[in-house]
């Protein structure tokens, strides 16, 4: 029982220890939007060129997110994360202390090369210290804490705002992430992964696998069961993602649904996001990856938006269809992940979780354009069409991979 506890005791401490910071990354993306306007002001910007400091911050977590998922399968996931983390805090805070647009700029592709590290690190960390019977749990606590950080953003900072000004939000933000990298530093024997720091290769012979080491690991992602996996995180970002920035604008043009119910709506969505990925992780350590709960998420889950598009719903209806869509959504997220550890080799999870994360970045980036262009140029019920559509092609993306992972799973 003593053993018992033990193990417990350290998983929580684990997971605890890697979704703080995980809940900051969620924060420090959405830290800038409830400050477009007063950063506008500040700076005398136009839309276009506030707009650029996220492209660049999100072009430069692109860009970064799959070589430092090597580097952590090459070091460990620990002193990559605590490096990551003081890099973007320092970032998001000194925005506080700029004085120009260029910095504004700079800051933002300083902050997008340390927002690389969360997903890469986090995953290696989980997959190599948390219990197998709980690692769904943990999956789906991560990210639960992520939609944590997209909610407490906006709040925080619009707060600190109004108490004493713009700068002191972003230095305070910053702070926040020096603390949560402190946290780590003082429990970094507790998240050194197994292996991560034993049993190396001496230095001569280190350097002489280095290269096949990175051929192979390159070769592992272009395997189907990753390209797959990877165009599911774009599929989800381009329908959950896509939802979630148009779905107030959308239900204006269509309907002229008024703006508190559009808000209620959408805070429907996110917290049945945040309630479905909770349940789903007890259900995919329960049951595993199976593709019977793919079916029974993304189906209905894109049915219930089609549906919002085609018919003119009672407000109270409404608001509940967009929740119950977010929450079947939500409930697969833990065995999508659960599924990509079972596909991916021992020690390579780090370049696998920065590859397929990537697909977030690559669907946040495409979705927008396109929904902007059909809100303006065409019907707005094809918003919901649209985001459903690619809700219920995410399913063909993880009966792919599970078709290759299931005797490996079930061998685990």
Known sequence: MASLTAYFDRDARVIGLVCFPHGLSHFYYMVLPPMFAVLKTAFGLNNLEIGLFMTIFA????????????LVDKIGGRQVLICGLLLE????????????????????AIAGMGHTVYHPADFAIMTSLVSNKRMGRA????????????????????????????????????????????????????????????????????????????????KLLFTAPMIACFLYYVLHQMGNG????????????????PQVIAGMALTGLMAGTAGGILAGGFLADRTGPQIWVACMTLVPSALLIALVGAFEMPLIVLVLVITAAGFLMGLLLPSRDLLLR???????????MGFVSTGSNVGGAIIPVVLGWVMDNS??????????????AALFTFITVKGVASQEFDRK
């Not at 896509?242 to 649904?257: H, I, K, N, P, S």
């Open 89 to 108: 805090s320092i970032a998001i805070g000194s925005i506080g202390l700029a004085e120009s647009y260029w910095q504004l700029l700079a800051l933002g």
């Open 139 to 218: 999956f789906g606590i991560h990210s639960f804490t992520g939609y944590l950080g997209f909610a407490a953003a906006p709040l925080f900072m619009t707060a600190i705002s109004e108490l004493w000004n713009w700068q002191a939000a972003f230095i305070l933000a910053g702070v926040l992430g020096l603390i949560a990298a402190s946290l780590l530093w003082l429990n970094s024997a507790l998240l050194r992964e197994m292996g991560a720091d034993s049993g190396r290769p001496k230095k001569t012979e280190q350097n002489s696998q280095n290269g096949s080491q990175v051929g192979q690991g390159i």
């Open 242 to 257: 896509g939802l979630r920035t148009f779905l107030g604008v959308a239900l204006w043009e269509l309907y002229a649904t």
């Open 342 to 352: 079972s596909v991916t080799p021992d020690g390579s999870m780090g370049k696998a």
């Open 379 to 392: 019907n707005p019920r094809y918003i919901f069409w649209i985001t459903a559509g690619m809700i219920a």
């Open 59 to 70: 072009a430069a977590a692109a860009i970064g997110q799959t070589p430092v998922g090597f």
